[in-house]
């Protein structure tokens, strides 16, 4: 993979005997938390779209370090393709305990693309974005309901940015989507938490170092650090680790929830 690999420290075996899916896990910080998560035990599936050797090395580094993972091929934005990859989880591992929804449609974020000013976005930027994230949210979502209503049990964990509470850059499209999952976060967690479902919502900043990140000099993220509170850039392992404790039972009593992950850059 691209990414700069950082260590991972022996992680508790917080996810035992679970199954997560992770959608988009085929590099940058959905490998992240497909790996992180296979450390704390649970077995996973490492959905992909067009990276098949991202996602197999994802799978191959897993399984050396004693996890386990199968990598599957498939589009969020088609239902059908999602039913079959639950349907597969279920043969597989028996069971299906936490979804991670980070697929994310092709996006440059460039400063000076038409899509960052109202006077030269077009509707077909923001469709582009809405299908790819929040139909692909939706369909993966129905898909893993039937065997999470029959647990009765299960963790939704919607990932999004903190850009739609302080849009430093104004990625009109990219952002509109992204904050679309919090009202859908919101609705899925009051309908099924009568069902032991627990949904919420984890946002990001500019993580060190993702793909979307790569680019990002020092500079940057030691400015950065110097406005947040901890004083330092957030990294991928370190929201990995958010997602841990969201999927985790230790999070039993949280739902409905949209939590920034980003040092307190910014506070929702």
């Known amino acids: 993979m691209n990414e700069i690999q950082v260590a991972i420290p022996a992680l508790p075996a917080l996810l035992t005997n679970k199954v997560a899916i992770v959608t988009g896990a085929s590099r940058g910080l959905g490998a992240q938390i497909a790996q992180q998560m296979a450390a704390a035990g649970a077995s996973v599936c490492v959905n992909y779209l067009n990276s098949k050797a991202a996602a197999e090395t994802v799978v191959a580094d897993i399984r050396a370090a004693g996890g386990q993972a199968f990598a599957y091929q498939g589009d969020v934005t088609d239902l059908v393709q999602m039913q079959a990859m639950v349907a597969e989880v279920i043969k597989r591992f028996g069971r299906i305990d936490i979804l991670v929804n980070n697929a994310l449609p092709s996006y440059q974020f460039n400063p000076s693309a038409d899509y960052t000013s109202i006077e030269t976005v077009k509707w077909a930027h923001f469709s582009q974005q809405i299908d790819g994230i929040v139909q692909g949210a939706v369909n993966t979502v129905q898909a893993v309901l039937p065997q999470m209503k029959s647990q009765q049990m299960g963790k939704i964990i919607n990932i999004s940015t903190n850009l739609v509470y302080n849009p430093v850059v104004t990625y009109y499209d990219y952002t509109t989507a ?25 946002a990001g900043g500019l993580l060190k170092t993702t793909d979307a990140s790569r680019l990002t000099t020092e500079e940057v993220f030691d400015y950065i650090a110097t406005t947040t509170p901890l004083r330092q850039a957030t990294s991928v392992a370190d929201f990995a680790n ?22 307190g850059l910014t506070m929702p």
């Open 178 to 202: 992204k904050s679309a999952l919090i009202g859908l976060t919101r609705n899925l967690a009051a309908e099924l938490g009568q069902y032991g479902i627990r949904v919420n919502l984890l």
């Open 242 to 263: 958010s997602v841990l404790l969201m999927a985790s039972d230790l999070s039993a009593a949280i739902t409905g929830q949209s939590i920034a992950v980003d040092g």
